[in-house]
């Protein structure tokens, strides 16, 4: 199957900084990424949707200030945490399809642990 | 609007018994399901999906999942669990912008 690659797998930072975790598709371009956050013990929450070449689609509640997305390329999606704080501390997860519509793929996720 | 919901937050098997997760789907157009099951502090891995072929599909790991549309309920099972298949499992359903909507999650336990 598709390979979707994502880095760093954890990161701890402190409290004020900004932090970048890369998505890329490895094997396939993908103009549509998602990105998840996942709360321990809970399911994975869809943050926003990110298209390459325009904005990105944040869902409700989701401040797009706060997580900065960019999809620059076609197999490449980041996403930048500003101004982390502890409450940000989560896993997130990207996904992406070789297809819109069909099996979505993820990364292997990021802990970010804001201290 | 499309939804999951997952019944029981856990369920726990002995070695070899069968598994049963349940999932139960809200659409209002034909749905596109999966299943994906999740390693801790990994990513999510396919199982199998359903996109309106045959009602009955068969997945990776000896897993497969019954699509009952007057049940409104796309069930996961396996006839024989291993302690491998110790995971969390997600039922989601994709929407018509391509998102996956997530269950609440099921956590397996497998006794020996």
């Known amino acids: 199957g598709a390979v979707v690659s994502q880095h760093p797998s954890r990161v701890i930072c402190k409290s004020g900084t900004s932090v970048k975790i890369e998505c890329r598709s490895l094997d396939f371009q993908a103009t549509t990424m998602f990105w998840y956050r996942q709360f321990p013990k809970q399911s994975l929450m869809l943050m926003a949707t990110s298209n390459e070449g325009s904005k990105a689609t944040y869902e409700q509640g989701v401040e797009k200030d706060k997580f900065l997305i960019n999809h620059a390329s076609l197999t490449l999606s980041t996403l930048t945490v500003t101004s982390a704080h502890p409450e940000d501390s989560s896993f997130y997860i990207c996904?992406?399809?070789?297809?819109?519509?069909?099996?979505?793929?993820f990364g292997q996720g990021t802990r970010l642990t804001v201290v | 609007a499309q939804s999951v919901t997952q019944l029981g937050s856990h369920v726990s098997v002995s070695e070899g018994a069968l598994v049963l997760l349940r999932c139960n789907y809200s659409?209002?157009?034909?749905?596109?399901l999966f299943w994906y099951v999740q390693y801790p502090n990994q990513g999510l891995q396919l199982l199998l999906k359903y996109t309106s072929a045959a009602t009955l599909v068969k997945g990776i790991n000896g897993f497969e999942a019954e699509f009952k549309k007057s049940e409104t309920s796309f069930h996961l099972t396996k006839p024989s669990a291993h302690m491998s298949d110790a995971a969390e499992y997600f039922c989601?359903?994709?929407?018509?912008?391509?998102?996956?909507?997530f269950g609440s999650g099921t956590r397996l336990l497998v006794r020996p």
């Open positions: 989601a359903v994709s929407d018509s912008s391509y998102k996956l909507i």
């Open positions: 659409s209002s157009v034909p749905p596109y």
């Open positions: 996904s992406a399809s070789p297809i819109p519509g069909t099996e979505a793929f």
